[in-house]
């Protein structure tokens, strides 16, 4: 079931999608060659516990053991921070992360250059962050759904980058996973129309390759099943009478 929020908790998503935007721009100022990705989330943490009453949505959701999932090139999504994990030069880092604030979710998510990396590598993030603002940018009262994910993957395809199946967006409010179901492809005018008060985590996983994938052993991480390289990208977006509303930005 849909669930439509107030103006007022929308605010509170902003509130907490305050917190979100600030959490990545620290572990992205962090990120460097030789740094741990244990040594990320135990910093994401720690600032997400800082502000009063925040706590990290993901620590604990269905078991998951850490505070951000952080996925290093063909890991698409749900990598798990470990001090065994060590950022090379040349990587690139997906890191995802939510903060529950005042009874309200927040998720964002952005793919990082670890030191120099490739054209191809540097290209496949700038597509990737094209992507979802052409996603954005469909978040209308009125489009539906499939709109969304037929932005997103026209700009993918056009680049000649898969877009992945098995992974959508979603809608976020008081649980982290609402409906609907936010695919990142489809067809225009299809799917559930956009209400005024839908609050979705728009977030394009754009492989260099093809779009299938795979769960490694741990049950948890998700790869491209060729090994090539993925990106990821995130924001919370609120439906709203002026247009589609950022909620996972700098306050």
Known sequence: MVTLKSPREI???????????????????????????????AAAEAFIR??????????GLYGFPKS????????????????????????????????HLGGYHADSAATFPVGEISPDAER????TREALAAGIAEARYGNHVGDIGHAIQTVAEAAGFGVVRELVGHGVGQRMHE????????????GPRLQLGMTLALEPMITAGDYATRVLDDKWTVVTADGSLSAHFEH??????EGPRVLTKAA
């Open 11 to 41: 605010d509170l998503m902003a509130k907490a999608g305050a917190i979100v935007a600030g959490t990545l721009a620290l572990v992205g100022d962090l990120v460097e060659p030789g740094i741990s990705t244990e040594a990320l989330d």
């Open 124 to 127: 496949l993030l700038q597509v």
């Open 68 to 99: 951000l999932c952080i996925s290093i090139n063909d890991e698409i999504v749900h990598g798990i921070p470990s001090p065994r994990r060590i950022l090379r030069e040349g990587n690139i880092v997906s890191i995802d992360v939510g903060v």
């Open 179 to 190: 409906d609907p179901q936010v695919p990142n492809h489809g067809q225009p005018h299809r």
């Open 50 to 59: 800082s502000h009063p009453g925040a706590s990290p949505s993901f620590k």
């Open 236 to 241: 919370t977006v609120a439906i709203t009478r």
